[in-house]
T-cell receptor, first 112, second 113 residues
Framework: GESVGLHLPTLSVQEGDNSIINCAYS??????FIWYKQESGKGPQFIIDIRSNMDKRQGQRVTVLLNKTVKHLSLQIAATQPGDSAVYFC???????????FGKGTRLSVIA | GAGVSQTPSNKVTEKGKYVELRCDPI?????LYWYRQSLGQGPEFLIYFQGTGAADDSGLPNDRFFAVRPEGSVSTLKIQRTERGDSAVYLCASSLGVNQPQHFGDGTRLSIL
């Protein structure tokens, strides 16, 4: 199938290590943020979201951190597995404007 | 339960032809979105429906692009007089409502020869 993100920044991580993927968002008015995982030939898959009244949210093996002061979002993946290899996108929007605005994406490559 | 379903998964057609792309959202989701994704880029917004009406079509690139959702469920994206620059993956997403997670289908890969 068609590859996603042939020229994206790449993060290479050893299996079992923790991964941190960063995203700088564009709109200081944004109040809702989502991380998506996209595998080749597939649509974006929802991972975790966070609203602007929080600065941290945890899921299963994933944590999202939000720093509104510097407009920065990060996704932490604990004990990275080969199945985590994909392109990761952050997305933002704000109340009253529903379309998501996606960041450029980061390719995560897990080395077994 | 079924996720967002898009058909066809691949479409190859000649420049100048008309194409229709279909999206079946998750049952019960009132909001439906169309995005377009080019190689190496994140998805870009095209149009959003709340129920049957297009609440925001500001992302449609020109009047060759049109979308409908007549019964508030299935949506069709229509492209007239296709151009080579229209080649991309067209993604559909649905959500329970505004500022709720949008869940995506696997897209239609459109190739204009």
């Amino acid at each position: 199938g068609e590859s996603v993100g042939l020229h994206l920044p790449t993060l290479s991580v050893q299996e079992g290590d923790n991964s941190i993927i960063n995203c700088a968002y564009s709109n200081s008015a944004s109040d809702y943020f989502i991380w998506y995982k996209q595998e080749s030939g597939k649509g974006p898959q929802f991972i975790i979201d966070i609203r602007s009244n929080m600065d941290k949210r945890q899921g299963q093996r994933v944590t999202v951190l939000l720093n509104k002061t510097v407009k920065h979002l990060s996704l932490q993946i604990a004990a990275t597995q080969p199945g985590d290899s994909a392109v990761y996108f952050c997305a933002e929007n704000y109340s009253g404007n529903t379309p998501l605005v996606f960041g450029k994406g980061t390719r995560l490559s897990v080395i077994a | 339960g079924a996720g967002v379903s898009q058909t066809p998964s691949n479409k190859v057609t000649e420049k100048g032809k008309y194409v229709e792309l279909r999206c079946d959202p998750i049952s019960g989701h009132t909001a439906l979105y169309w995005y377009r994704q080019s190689l190496g880029q994140g998805p870009e917004f095209l149009i959003y429906f709340q129920g049957t009406g297009a609440a925001d079509d500001s992302g449609l690139p020109n009047d060759r692009f049109f979308a409908v959702r007549p019964e508030g469920s299935v949506s069709t994206l229509k492209i007239q007089r296709t151009e080579r620059g229209d080649s991309a993956v067209y993604l559909c997403a649905s959500s329970l409502g505004v500022n709720q997670p949008q869940h995506f289908g696997d897209g239609t890969r459109l190739s204009i020869l």
